[in-house]
């Protein structure tokens, strides 16, 4: 069965961290365009972070998150990860990861998601 499921969200305190994680089944993540978006109630979605397919390394970052989120992928575990730093009470949303076969953002697959709560 072809899918992605992330892990590793929950309620942090303002700048706090998280690593999200997102595990691929039935596929290899491999050559695939890969990253991150999110979502928060009543807004629309937000494309967060993106590594490309084409050299599997390049990555993007929408600007709100630039140096503190990084996004990261590991081959052998078929995963892709997003470290989170310096959380703020706007980053709250559920995230997910997601996965296409061309440009950044453009995703054909995603995940259920995992949500992420920035309070104190």
């Known amino acids: 069965q072809v899918q992605l499921v992330e892990s590793g969200g929950g309620l942090v305190q303002p700048g706090g961290s998280l690593r999200l994680s997102c595990e691929a089944s039935g596929f290899t993540l491999d050559g695939y365009t890969i990253g991150w978006f999110r979502q928060a109630p009543g807004k629309e979605r937000e494309d967060v972070s993106c590594?490309?397919?084409?050299?599997?390394?390049?990555?993007f970052y929408t600007d709100p998150v630039k140096g503190r989120f990084t996004v990261s992928r590991d081959s052998a575990k078929n995963a892709v990860y997003l470290e989170m730093n310096n959380l703020k009470p706007e980053d709250t949303a559920a995230y997910y990861c997601?996965?296409?076969?061309?440009?950044?953002?453009?995703?054909?697959?995603w995940g259920q998601g995992t949500q992420v709560t920035v309070s104190s």
């Open positions: 997601g996965v296409g076969n061309g440009v950044c953002y453009k995703w054909d697959l």
């Open positions: 590594i490309s397919g084409s050299d599997g390394m390049t990555a």
